[in-house]
């Protein structure tokens, strides 16, 4: 319907600008004659071809721009090649000759006026409606992004676009579209003065050292904050609203993520068969998913819960598809038990082994340090000597920043894991052993990030342990990219380490998250404020400063982020003795007994196990119960 009512209205525009030919040669109105007639009996047919010819009709008038008039032009000037033919070398009794010239430009002088006209109508007056019922948001960003995306909020928007704000002085004062561009510096009496509800970010090329300092900038501002996705994901410079996303938590890191080593990631993996325990955990999934995609012949799953290796096996079969020359076979099983780990390794023979399998959440390993120290320390042994014992080529254990100067059991056990492996590589064998240690994973199960998500999607409050608390972030593919590739670096031994950057205050994390959901926090400066942060004291076993290194003096690798650890070893007669110990007092039950012996393994850690009564207490109290 559309289209035949803008058919008819080009049609009529096609005759009144015989009309005005006809007019303006003659110096009279002459609207109806034969000779007027003979030239809107050529004019019209040949528009209509011509217009089909260009596909105009295929064009939206409510998005006309600059193609449209492009596409104007050109069926125009096909309009001109019949009528100069018949008018002006041919020849009509009463016609004028420049009547083949005056009309099309006439006719392409109208249809123009007309797509802006009702451009301006449907899409500026209905703005303008907009402006008074939905939000006002300004994007900051008048580069490429930021104008295709002001020009999708204009179009198909329930917004209102109030400006541009830009860093670059050769832009401020200027316009986009009408839409006024100004600086950052005045930004706190530009959102007052216009109203302003939302800041979008169309700065999809910034670092994240960049993106940060921005979202510092707003944080005074009671604004949601919004951004446009990577430059890597916007394909063909097409930007729309809906791929408007809250600014992830990963964009406040304060650095940029570490670049994966495409050789490195897959001398490991290609064609090998490889083998990923704890799968279906944040780690282990992301690993399985990166090792996918470097074509394994086979993929070993293990995990001991029913419905994570469930999840994560239709992922990546649902990834994979049919014939896929990786196969993929899942094992639901308890890999801190040696004869499970003596079966999975006789049948599958991995030649890479990737151990994610590990308790992790400090409270919880800290009240239950004897299924904690069973599950991280013999998982690790029994894996690792049996690896060992089919001859796979590289074992590669996920260690934790909370392994150095351990003040909890889960740091210690997995401080003893590492002790493991440095033992075993000493003693010289064919399996290359390394370690990559890394701070608190994004989005991973039991985060900080998710927990202060949902506190402020309830109306807070947000609950910390110490504001002055800090720890290291990195992203969870990113973490995997660090193992695969620390792995296929390893000659042996090592604790790989990534340079993560300055260590984030997680009061500051939390008030971001707090400003970028468009709210703000509650304080005795701003008893007004939407949501408070609440301090509710340490939790037994956490540090108040997170570290990466035991030792000092660092050395690098050929990765240029990725840092070989000097640590302290125990050689393997030792540590097998205090394996036995440990051992002992586990099967006995006998807590005591088992952290004296992780004491004397690791001689840094100096903790007492708090009483599960005390846990309880606790940890009632940071669900605020």
């Not at 010819?53 to 193609?67: E, H, L, M, N, Q």
């Not at 063909?236 to 809906?242: A, F, H, L, P, Y």
């Not at 042994?381 to 001859?391: F, L, P, S, T, W």
Request: aromatic share 6%.
């Amino acid at each position: 319907m559309r289209r035949l009512i803008a058919v008819a209205m080009d049609v009529m525009l096609c005759v009144v600008s015989v009309w005005l030919a006809f007019s303006i040669r003659i110096g009279a109105w002459d609207l109806i004659s034969p000779a007027v007639g003979m030239a809107i009996a050529v004019a019209v047919p040949s528009w209509l071809i011509a217009a089909r010819w260009c596909g105009v009709y295929r064009s939206i008038i409510r998005f006309a721009g600059g193609r449209t008039m492009i596409d104007l032009a050109v069926a125009c000037l096909l309009l001109s090649l019949p009528m100069m033919t018949v008018f002006m070398f041919v020849g009509i009794p009463h016609i004028p000759r420049t009547i083949g010239v005056l009309q099309p430009l006439l006719l392409l002088l109208l249809l123009a006026l007309s797509r802006i006209a009702i451009r301006y109508a449907i899409v500026d007056v209905l703005h303008v409606v907009r402006q008074r019922q939905g939000s006002r948001v300004a994007i900051y960003g008048a580069g490429k992004a930021g104008q295709q995306l002001g020009f999708a909020i204009r179009h198909d928007g329930n917004a209102s676009l109030v400006c541009f704000l830009d860093d670059d002085a050769g832009l401020i004062g200027h316009r986009i579209d009408g839409v006024p561009i100004f600086g950052t510096d005045d930004m706190g009496d530009l959102v007052e003065d216009l109203g302003v509800d939302e800041i979008l970010l169309a700065l999809p090329s910034v670092p994240r050292s960049r993106r940060l300092e921005i979202v510092e900038q707003l944080q005074s501002y009671s604004l949601k904050v919004r951004s446009l996705p990577s430059l890597a994901n916007i394909m063909d410079g097409q930007v729309s609203i809906r791929d408007l996303r809250e600014v992830q938590v990963e964009e406040l890191l304060g650095r940029d993520p570490v670049p994966p080593d495409e050789k490195l990631l897959g001398e490991a993996i290609s064609s090998k068969v490889v083998l990923v325990s704890g799968a279906g955990g944040s780690i282990g999934s992301e690993l399985c998913r990166q090792i996918v995609a470097r074509h394994p012949s086979q993929l070993i799953l293990v995990d001991h819960s029913e419905f994570s290796l469930y999840t994560i096996l239709t992922e990546l079969e649902e990834h994979l598809g049919h014939g896929s020359p990786t196969e993929i076979i899942p094992e639901l099983a308890d890999i801190s038990e040696a004869a499970v780990a003596a079966r999975i390794m006789d049948r599958y023979r991995p030649q890479t082994v990737f151990h994610a399998a590990a308790y992790k959440h400090v409270p919880l390993v800290e009240a239950n340090p004897i299924s904690g120290l069973r599950n991280n320390v013999f998982g690790t042994y029994y894996c690792c000597i049996e690896a060992e014992r089919v001859g796979a080529s590289r074992f590669i254990l996920v260690s934790t920043d909370k392994a150095v100067r351990p003040t909890n059991v889960m740091g210690a056990s997995k401080r003893m894991c590492e002790l493991i492996l440095q033992a075993r590589a000493a003693e010289g064998g064919d399996t290359v052993f390394s370690m990559v240690r890394f701070g608190n994973v994004l989005g991973s199960s039991g985060s900080v990030v998710p927990r202060f998500r949902a506190q402020i999607a309830a109306g807070g409050p947000i609950t910390l342990t110490h504001r002055e608390v800090t720890r290291f972030f990195m992203t969870i593919p990113e973490a995997a990219q660090l193992v695969m590739q620390a792995g296929a670096m390893a000659k042996g031994g090592e604790v790989f380490v990534l340079d993560m950057g300055q260590s984030i205050k997680i009061f500051d994390l939390a008030c971001s998250m707090i400003q970028l959901s468009g709210c703000t926090v509650r304080s005795e400066d701003n008893p007004d404020g939407d949501i408070a942060i609440e301090e509710i004291g340490l939790r037994p076993g956490e540090k108040m400063y997170e570290e990466l290194l035991l030792g000092d003096n660092p050395q690098p690798t050929d990765h240029s982020r990725i840092m070989r650890a000097q640590e302290a070893k125990l050689s393997w007669p030792k540590l097998s003795e205090l394996l036995e110990a440990l051992d002992l007092a586990l099967a006995e039950g006998d807590a005591e007994a088992a952290m004296r012996v992780v004491r004397r393994a690791v001689p840094d850690y100096a903790h007492s196990i708090p009483t599960p009564a005390a846990i309880l207490e606790k940890n009632l109290r940071a669900a605020g119960r």
